[in-house]
T-cell receptor, first 111, second 112 residues
């Protein structure tokens, strides 16, 4: 069975500082990885997916199959980045389509 | 488009009571999902549906039932509420398995 681990429940940085939210996964096949974000009083929404290889709101994430990681990075954090971030994995085979979520990391960016 | 809507936003239940959490989407998505979000535990899939009349269990289905009579609606039923079902419930939908899942605003349920 697949598993997603986000080791930090809480992460605090100051505005303008770099930020990295860690995500590690365990899955024997080729996964599809996602980052979802939930801003205060808003619904959960997709931030980015690894197959797109795009930067959204200044965030990037690279899938490292050797380290089984998909860390989310931003070089200069902004106050509006404060939110709950979830890493998620979609497996193949019979589990295709189902998302497995990590525990989530609450990011707080201080002014 | 309203996207995915859920009602109610918040509900308090007594142990043993029953209730239905409503979920509706107006995006003509075939696939719909129910998740529960427990503190520090992330989201776990309860049930999902690949189309009207077709549902299947997710990771944590015990204590819940679902039905899918239309493409738009995917209600989640709690028959005998237990304190362990205190959680935030999210409904989501997607056009297909491989597409982005769109989430509703959530229903906060407290069972006392």
């Amino acid at each position: 069975a697949q598993r997603v681990t986000q080791p930090e429940k809480l992460l605090s940085v100051f505005k303008g500082a770099p930020v990295e939210l860690k995500c590690n996964y365990s899955y024997s096949g080729s996964p599809e990885l996602f980052w979802y974000v939930q801003y205060s009083r808003q619904r959960l929404q997709l931030l980015l997916r690894h197959i797109s290889r795009e930067s959204i709101k200044g965030f990037t994430a690279d899938l490292n199959k050797g380290e089984t990681s998909f860390h989310l990075k931003k070089p200069f954090a902004q106050e509006e980045d404060s939110a709950m971030y979830y890493c998620a994995l979609r497996a193949g085979g019979t589990s295709y389509g189902k998302l497995t979520f990590g525990q989530g990391t609450i990011l707080t960016v201080h002014p | 488009n309203a996207g995915v809507t859920q009602t109610p936003k918040f509900r308090i239940l007594k142990i043993g009571q029953s209730m239905t959490l409503q979920c509706t989407q107006d995006m003509n998505h075939n696939y719909m999902y129910w998740y529960r979000q427990d503190p520090g535990m992330g989201l776990k899939l309860i049930y999902y549906s690949v189309g009207a009349g077709i549902t299947d269990k997710g990771e944590v289905p015990n204590g819940y039932n679902v039905s899918r009579s239309t493409t738009e609606d995917f209600p989640l039923r709690l028959e005998l509420a237990a304190p362990s079902q205190t959680s935030v419930y999210f409904c989501a939908s997607s056009y297909s398995w491989g597409e982005t899942q769109y989430f509703g605003p959530g229903t906060r349920l407290l069972v006392l």
